[in-house]
Nanobody, 120 residues
Framework: QVQLVESGGGLVQAGGSLRLSCAASGSIFRIGAMAWYRQAPGKQREWVAT???????NYLDSVKGRFAISRDNAKNTVYLQINSLKPEDTAVYYC??????????????WGQGTQVTVSS
């Protein structure tokens, strides 16, 4: 079974930066799109950014110009560089990979989440 392990969260002042990482391990034939989501306390989980297998990216409007998603296929890893942090960015951040197995089945695999807290 594929496991996604996230790291890089923490407490930072408004205007600061963080770099989140998410690495997959296990039986993988191919990783398709990689994405980041976040969930603030009492709120629904929302999509933040996606990077396709070809490297094209899409972002939530409120994070454009501040967040950058990237991937390292050799390491089965996705990153989220977060700059100019705002208190509204405070949330648990989750990575999601589209996994294709050797049998041809595809499914979404989720990380455990990493806490990002931004103080004002």
């Amino acid at each position: 079974q594929v496991q996604l392990v996230e790291s890089g969260g923490g407490l930072v002042q408004a205007g600061g930066s963080l770099r989140l990482s998410c690495a997959a391990s296990g039986s993988i034939f191919r990783i398709g799109a990689m994405a980041w989501y976040r969930q603030a306390p009492g709120k629904q989980r929302e999509w933040v950014a996606t990077i396709t297998s070809g490297g094209s990216t899409n972002y939530l409007d409120s994070v454009k110009g501040r967040f950058a998603i990237s991937r390292d296929n050799a390491k089965n890893t996705v990153y989220l560089q977060i700059n100019s942090l705002k208190p509204e960015d405070t949330a648990v951040y989750y990575c999601k990979f589209v996994i294709t197995t050797w049998s041809g089945a595809s499914y979404d695999s989720w990380g455990q989440g990493t806490q990002v807290t931004v103080s004002s």
